[in-house]
């Protein structure tokens, strides 16, 4: 019997059995085509890297949300309101990766990487995409340093007690000779937050990389090595100088060929990245007028233009030569969720690693009782983090606007990428400061709400 659109049946059965098979063939249709479609994915996305086609694909729709952004579930449209009503009211943009589970759940860049030309509003800012690349800041600290220490940990070149003397002998003094690389990480050396090399100081005046390493060893100690934990620069700045030692090789050359080219994350992860033939065009602005804070700084050699592709940090900038341990590095969402993935899991999605299994243990355990972990922060130790993460999360921020998560217990990554120092300073602050999407933790509780944590 035909199945033509003018038979007849010829009775209610006969009509129940033939519309159960035309179901049955357009299922079938359906199935032979998302299979088709699925094995096209899956090739393409083991030739582009681990990065989820899907995601890709929406990159010329900025500003669009892609159904498959929200992954079966709704809520993700609040993160979406709050960032975007953030942008509309003059947040300068941001970039959200969420991936759970091992897989990407969330994707999309909001607002825009340039929106002003030092203090003027451009006519057209220029939008951001999911793959711009951003002034990481402090996230170097992480993704640089603490990286290269397990690299180095991993190859049995150092140890966390050892002592930082042990490779840079100028420490090789009371009561600097105390001092170890677990000090250095957990922030507990007694070093200070800060020392400005770049002002102007007498002898302690540097714009020479070589000549600023010369002086660490003597910045004045606040607090008795190993007794109190203060976040500092200084250690880090140190740290990348260790490494350098232990590995006979710059920083910044040592965490591409050890760290991101196995990975194939060297495009998308870098120092100095307008020397590395990454255009300009591609990264966030930070500040408006350079390091002046809307024209209220000033200091020998000051930049007053809007800053694109150059470290914001005073120190990397004019003191290490953009090429430091505590900040310098660029980097975009995708780079530094797969970074993530190591951590998480000991591998990446495509199935490489970096560390053993006992480095990343050693690296990522969790001292309850201190913030300042080996590199990264404990999560639950910030009020606002507190309700909504579990007791194995692991975060750090950058001053620039950005903010990474890890949670073992969840099994979740949390990338949130801005340019939030992209606007106007007055009466002493950045205007983006203000809003909830340069905060971090908002969006962070409202990924945890969307994925029902």
């Keep these: 019997m035909a199945m033509g659109c003018d038979h007849t049946y010829e009775n209610d059965e006969e009509k129940g059995i033939s519309m159960k098979r035309v179901l049955l063939c357009l299922l079938c249709l359906c199935f032979m085509g998302y299979l088709g479609y699925s094995d096209t994915i899956k090739k393409e996305k083991a030739e582009i890297g681990y990065l989820d086609l899907d995601a890709m694909s929406f990159k010329k729709e900025v500003g669009k949300i892609a159904p498959w952004t929200s992954f079966a579930n709704p809520q993700f449209l609040k993160v979406e309101e709050r960032i975007q009503t953030d942008v509309e009211n003059g947040f300068p943009g941001a970039v959200l990766l969420v991936e759970q589970g091992g897989e990407i759940v969330y994707f999309k860049s909001f607002g825009y990487l340039k929106k002003y ?70 922030h507990t050396s007694g070093l200070p937050a800060d020392f400005q ?197 692991l975060c750090h921020n950058g001053w620039t606007g950005t903010f990474s998560l890890i949670d073992y217990e969840k099994d979740l990554s949390i990338v949130l990428l801005t340019n939030k120092r992209h606007s106007l300073f007055k009466n002493q602050a950045f205007a983006g400061s203000a809003f909830d999407t340069g905060q971090y933790y908002s969006i962070t509780a409202d990924v945890y709400a969307c994925l029902q944590m």
């Design 117 to 186: 030309d030092e203090n003027t509003l451009l006519d057209q800012p220029v939008p951001l995409q999911i793959d711009t690349m951003f002034d990481i800041a402090s996230l170097t600290k992480i993704y640089s340093t603490t990286l290269a220490l397990m690299k180095l940990y991993d190859e049995g070149k150092i140890a966390l007690d050892d002592r930082v003397c042990k490779y840079l002998p100028a420490f090789d003094k009371s009561p600097y000779d105390q001092i170890t690389i677990r000090h250095l990480l957990t």
């Design 197 to 393: 090399f770049f002002r102007e100081t007498g002898d302690y005046f540097s714009k020479d990389r070589e000549k600023t390493i010369t002086l660490l060893d003597d910045v004045s100690l606040i607090n008795s090595v190993g007794t109190k934990q203060v976040y500092s620069d200084i250690g880090f700045m140190i740290l990348g100088t260790v490494v350098e030692v232990a590995a006979n090789e710059m920083l910044d050359s040592f965490v591409s060929n050890k760290i991101y080219k196995p990975l194939g994350i060297d495009s998308m992860i870098t120092y100095k990245p307008l020397e590395h033939g990454i255009a300009q065009n591609t990264i966030a602005c930070t500040e408006c007028r350079g390091n002046t804070r809307g024209g209220t700084v000033d200091f020998s050699g000051i930049r007053a233009y809007t800053l694109q592709g150059e470290v914001h940090d005073e120190k990397a900038y004019y003191s290490m030569g953009g090429v430091s341990g505590h900040a310098g590095l660029f980097a975009n969402a995708q780079a530094i969720n797969t970074l993530n993935q190591v951590l998480l899991h000991g591998v990446t999605a495509q199935g490489i690693a970096l560390f053993s299994e006992d480095t990343i243990h050693t690296f990522t355990a969790i001292n309850t009782k201190l913030r300042h972990q080996l590199g990264f922060a404990n999560a639950a130790t910030y009020k606002t983090l507190a309700p909504v993460v579990s007791k194995q999360a």
